[in-house]
């Protein structure tokens, strides 16, 4: 048993600060409504530090308080992640370190699917959410090719271009057309022997690790992916690929 | 004001070369047209409204002439020729339409003079509520002492409705200027979505509908605050010069439209976007609407201090491509960010010196200064220090639209106490350093001095190299943010086609009249 509290400036003293807005006046009853807001949070002596009017009928205020119980950090257990987190800056030393030239990223939104969200957020150089996007990544030749690509032209490209890994993207589905459709890029790959030469990975708002897994795909990236996740997924398998006799 | 005393030969040669830049592109640029150019066309005619599908009535209209019939003869004749066979007013046309009761090919296109009377009262109305709007704002404006420097924030929760309330409390914390995000993808539209939206991802859809609610909230901000609220939108994407119709329409006030932004970060063909931008300007010279340029995104990507001479070369083909629209500088904010990494040594001075060459070298542009954004992590409180020192360097060297940082940059959008103690921040730096700039002096042929030389005869040389292989080129290779785009590819291309000799544009042919 290993117990812990929040740390101010004295051991289990369980300090924490807070801020917040409430729909309030930074009045007396404003503040007492923020002191109450602690208090049913379960901390103990909160203190209104700072209460002011932002806007009309809106009040921010600080709040210190202790928190009353203890953590036991031994009942404490994460699951790992299925890779862990790095940032591109990382994955751009790692590409440098192992490879000595460039890996080639070929994505798309196959079949009817004419979202282009997905694959964007992963592939554009804006990327999302603050995660740049795979164009951006030194060491990686990205090719987006956009929505609506037939399996057929998504297969004819990665030839042509040599792709070491490919990103199929699916963000709307009707009726399991995404899995259908996805299911015959595998079999397409099968027949032209490329299967095995590439990293396939789908992604989507719909797709999990396993539901990829059993449609014949390396990984599955669903929501909260960004571009960091896919290509160093990607990578680590291209490395422990190469060492394979 | 000029403290760096850059040498104004090189300036000029800069300017020179970037004219010349622009100059090739802009004779690609008279050749062609594109349908979204075709459709804001349209839209000033005043063609507006969807069918069931919520496809808008300009998308269908052009879409019947690229597949049926000769869009390279421009929609212009298209429309004139069906109103005046049909006998229909506009109003009339467009429910027939509609209804699949009229179409726009017709046995044969009148005669120009005639489709010229056709369209002229229509086009007419929509000019003078653009000029009425211009009188407007300029009103607001004349009643207030002018500010050196605008405070820029933004909304974008996807609700018009919620991001009205957002922009008013903004305004009342001091904003002066709001912008009211899109919908994440929208650029990559080939439409513009239409009517009041209440639902969109990390952002709000850019429609008319929504442009017009949150003006009547702006101004009836700007009222109780006797202070003008200008209002921003995006003029960027497939759909640049339509939303610049709107815009004008519905009195905007700054439009983020930049002329390579689309090429570089939405992977939109260079063509495309060359063509949609130049008309695009055209309607913001037309409505008084100051552009926003996106050279600020290169430091996204490239190093900022490796790269500053990118950002000044752009700054630099983006003036020649406003003038040649006919933007005045007045209209110009040109864009640069604070993305050094503040862990480098001396960053903060790097940051000052290159704003203050900005400002020297575009001295009546109203400059855009967009705030750390790379740098910045999950620390709020890091955030806030980092937010500081950019506002420090807009009140010393009079930065003109500056957006303000936020503490949970990349975490979430605005929360209203977020935006509040971002705008208390600028305006404390803004009160207590009120006459920093005339106090002190930046050292001459110190390490900031140096800095902006080496900048601006960086630039210069990129400038030169660049008119020699042409800007198609220079984006093929990488040169600005690193990002390679070929010619031909991108989203888009199949949406520019070649003017016939005999193509017409409504909308142009007027605004040539009365020049």
Same mark, same amino acid.
């Given at each position: 048993?290993?117990?812990?509290?929040?740390?101010?400036?004295?051991?289990?003293?369980?300090?924490?600060?807070?801020?917040?807005?409430?729909?309030?006046?930074?009045?007396?009853?404003?503040?007492?409504?923020?002191?109450?807001?602690?208090?049913?949070?379960?901390?103990?002596?909160?203190?209104?530090?700072?209460?002011?009017?932002?806007?009309?009928?809106?009040?921010?205020?600080?709040?210190?308080?202790?928190?009353?119980?203890?953590?036991?950090?031994?009942?404490?257990?994460?699951?790992?992640?299925?890779?862990?987190?790095?940032?591109?800056?990382?994955?751009?030393?790692?590409?440098?370190?192992?490879?000595?030239?460039?890996?080639?990223?070929?994505?798309?939104?196959?079949?009817?699917?004419?979202?282009?969200?997905?694959?964007?957020?992963?592939?554009?150089?804006?990327?999302?959410?603050?995660?740049?996007?795979?164009?951006?990544?030194?060491?990686?030749?990205?090719?987006?090719?956009?929505?609506?690509?037939?399996?057929?032209?998504?297969?004819?490209?990665?030839?042509?271009?040599?792709?070491?890994?490919?990103?199929?993207?699916?963000?709307?589905?009707?009726?399991?057309?995404?899995?259908?459709?996805?299911?015959?890029?595998?079999?397409?790959?099968?027949?032209?022997?490329?299967?095995?030469?590439?990293?396939?990975?789908?992604?989507?708002?719909?797709?999990?690790?396993?539901?990829?897994?059993?449609?014949?795909?390396?990984?599955?990236?669903?929501?909260?992916?960004?571009?960091?996740?896919?290509?160093?997924?990607?990578?680590?398998?291209?490395?422990?690929?190469?060492?394979?006799? | 004001?000029?403290?760096?005393?850059?040498?104004?030969?090189?300036?000029?040669?800069?300017?020179?070369?970037?004219?010349?830049?622009?100059?090739?592109?802009?004779?690609?640029?008279?050749?062609?047209?594109?349908?979204?150019?075709?459709?804001?066309?349209?839209?000033?005619?005043?063609?507006?409204?969807?069918?069931?599908?919520?496809?808008?009535?300009?998308?269908?209209?052009?879409?019947?002439?690229?597949?049926?019939?000769?869009?390279?003869?421009?929609?212009?004749?298209?429309?004139?020729?069906?109103?005046?066979?049909?006998?229909?007013?506009?109003?009339?046309?467009?429910?027939?339409?509609?209804?699949?009761?009229?179409?726009?090919?017709?046995?044969?296109?009148?005669?120009?003079?005639?489709?010229?009377?056709?369209?002229?009262?229509?086009?007419?109305?929509?000019?003078?509520?653009?000029?009425?709007?211009?009188?407007?704002?300029?009103?607001?404006?004349?009643?207030?002492?002018?500010?050196?420097?605008?405070?820029?924030?933004?909304?974008?929760?996807?609700?018009?409705?919620?991001?009205?309330?957002?922009?008013?409390?903004?305004?009342?914390?001091?904003?002066?200027?709001?912008?009211?995000?899109?919908?994440?993808?929208?650029?990559?539209?080939?439409?513009?979505?239409?009517?009041?939206?209440?639902?969109?991802?990390?952002?709000?859809?850019?429609?008319?509908?929504?442009?017009?609610?949150?003006?009547?909230?702006?101004?009836?901000?700007?009222?109780?605050?006797?202070?003008?609220?200008?209002?921003?939108?995006?003029?960027?994407?497939?759909?640049?010069? !339509? &939303?610049?119709?709107?815009?004008?329409?519905?009195? =905007?006030?700054? +439009?983020?439209?930049?002329? $390579?932004?689309?090429? *570089? @970060?939405?992977?939109?063909?260079?063509?495309?976007?060359?063509?949609?931008?130049?008309?695009?300007?055209?309607?913001?010279?037309?409505?008084?609407?100051?552009?926003?340029?996106?050279?600020?995104?290169?430091?996204?990507?490239?190093?900022?201090?490796?790269?500053?001479?990118?950002?000044?070369?752009?700054?630099?083909?983006?003036?020649?491509?406003?003038?040649?629209?006919?933007?005045?500088?007045?209209?110009?904010?040109?864009?640069?960010?604070? !993305? &050094?990494?503040?862990?480098?040594?001396?960053?903060? =001075?790097?940051? +000052?010196?290159?704003?203050? $060459?900005?400002?020297? *070298? @575009?001295?009546?542009?109203?400059?855009?200064?967009?705030?750390?954004?790379?740098?910045?992590?999950?620390?709020?409180?890091?955030?806030?220090?980092?937010?500081?020192?950019?506002?420090?360097?807009?009140?010393?060297?009079?930065?003109?639209?500056?957006?303000?940082?936020?503490?949970?940059?990349?975490?979430?959008?605005?929360?209203?106490?977020?935006?509040?103690?971002?705008?208390?921040?600028?305006?404390?730096?803004?009160?207590?350093?009120?006459?920093?700039?005339?106090?002190?002096?930046?050292?001459?042929?110190?390490?900031?001095?140096?800095?902006?030389?080496?900048?601006?005869?960086?630039?210069?040389?990129?400038?030169?190299?660049?008119?020699?292989?042409?800007?198609?080129?220079?984006?093929?290779?990488?040169?600005?943010?690193?990002?390679?785009?070929?010619?031909?590819?991108?989203?888009?291309?199949?949406?520019?086609?070649?003017?016939?000799?005999?193509?017409?544009?409504?909308?142009?042919?007027?605004?040539?009249?009365?020049?």
């Amino acid at each position: 048993m290993k117990l812990i509290r929040p740390y101010g400036d004295t051991s289990h003293d369980g300090k924490i600060q807070l801020s917040f807005t409430l729909p309030v006046h930074a009045d007396g009853q404003g503040i007492e409504a923020a002191k109450r807001l602690a208090t049913q949070l379960g901390l103990l002596n909160p203190q209104v530090v700072h209460a002011e009017d932002i806007h009309e009928g809106y009040a921010f205020f600080v709040v210190y308080a202790s928190v009353k119980f203890d953590l036991d950090l031994d009942q404490i257990h994460v699951e790992e992640a299925l890779t862990e987190r790095k940032s591109r800056e990382e994955i751009e030393v790692i590409l440098q370190e192992n490879f000595d030239r460039e890996l080639v990223f070929v994505g798309a939104s196959t079949g009817s699917d004419a979202h282009t969200v997905g694959i964007d957020a992963i592939m554009n150089m804006k990327g999302f959410a603050g995660h740049y996007g795979l164009e951006r990544y030194r060491g990686i030749r990205a090719y987006n090719l956009g929505s609506q690509v037939k399996n057929e032209d998504f297969i004819r490209f990665a030839k042509k271009v040599n792709a070491d890994v490919l990103l199929v993207s699916q963000t709307v589905t009707q009726k399991d057309v995404h899995i259908r459709n996805m299911v015959e890029l595998v079999e397409l790959l099968e027949a032209e022997k490329m299967r095995e030469r590439v990293i396939l990975i789908a992604g989507g708002a719909r797709i999990t690790h396993e539901l990829a897994k059993e449609l014949g795909y390396d990984a599955g990236f669903g929501p909260k992916s960004y571009a960091e996740d896919v290509a160093l997924y990607a990578i680590n398998r291209m490395i422990a690929n190469k060492s394979k006799p | 004001m000029n403290q760096f005393h850059l040498d104004p030969s090189i300036i000029e040669t800069c300017r020179q070369d970037a004219f010349l830049i622009a100059d090739e592109v802009l004779s690609m640029v008279e050749q062609h047209s594109t349908v979204s150019v075709e459709r804001s066309v349209l839209r000033l005619i005043g063609v507006d409204g969807v069918n069931d599908l919520l496809e808008p009535l300009p998308n269908m209209m052009v879409d019947e002439v690229y597949h049926h019939g000769d869009l390279s003869k421009g929609i212009s004749r298209y429309l004139a020729s069906a109103l005046f066979q049909s006998g229909l007013n506009l109003t009339e046309f467009q429910q027939a339409y509609l209804k699949g009761q009229v179409q726009l090919i017709t046995p044969h296109l009148e005669d120009l003079d005639t489709c010229r009377n056709v369209l002229k009262p229509y086009l007419q109305k929509t000019f003078d509520r653009i000029a009425k709007n211009r009188d407007t704002r300029h009103r607001f404006l004349e009643k207030e002492t002018p500010r050196t420097t605008d405070l820029y924030v933004i909304v974008a929760t996807g609700n018009i409705h919620e991001d009205v309330i957002q922009a008013k409390a903004a305004a009342k914390a001091g904003a002066d200027i709001i912008a009211v995000i899109r919908s994440t993808g929208q650029s990559l539209l080939d439409y513009v979505p239409y009517g009041i939206t209440t639902e969109g991802f990390g952002g709000t859809y850019a429609t008319q509908a929504n442009f017009q609610i949150m003006r009547k909230a702006l101004d009836e901000v700007s009222k109780e605050e006797g202070r003008y609220i200008k209002l921003v939108n995006y003029a960027s994407g497939l759909c640049m010069p !339509e &939303i610049a119709a709107m815009a004008a329409i519905e009195r =905007l006030d700054v +439009l983020l439209n930049d002329s $390579m932004y689309g090429i *570089i @970060f939405r992977d939109i063909n260079m063509k495309r976007t060359f063509i949609d931008q130049h008309f695009s300007r055209m309607i913001n010279a037309k409505a008084g609407i100051i552009i926003n340029t996106g050279e600020d995104n290169y430091l996204t990507t490239s190093d900022a201090i490796e790269e500053a001479h990118t950002v000044l070369a752009s700054q630099f083909i983006n003036e020649q491509f406003a003038f040649a629209a006919g933007l005045p500088e007045e209209l110009m904010g040109l864009g640069h960010a604070f !993305e &050094i990494d503040p862990s480098v040594e001396n960053s903060f =001075l790097y940051e +000052l010196a290159q704003a203050q $060459m900005a400002r020297e *070298i @575009f001295p009546n542009a109203p400059l855009k200064y967009m705030p750390p954004t790379k740098h910045v992590t999950g620390n709020i409180f890091r955030a806030y220090q980092q937010n500081t020192l950019f506002n420090i360097v807009t009140q010393y060297t009079s930065q003109s639209i500056h957006l303000l940082g936020m503490m949970t940059e990349a975490i979430h959008t605005p929360f209203l106490q977020d935006r509040y103690l971002a705008i208390q921040n600028a305006k404390m730096i803004q009160t207590s350093m009120k006459s920093i700039s005339e106090e002190l002096v930046i050292k001459e042929d110190g390490l900031m001095a140096n800095r902006a030389k080496k900048v601006l005869e960086d630039a210069s040389l990129l400038l030169k190299q660049v008119k020699e292989s042409t800007l198609f080129q220079a984006l093929e290779q990488g040169v600005f943010a690193g990002v390679k785009r070929p010619q031909d590819g991108g989203k888009g291309l199949d949406g520019v086609f070649q003017k016939s000799p005999d193509y017409w544009n409504a909308a142009l042919d007027l605004w040539e009249v009365s020049r």
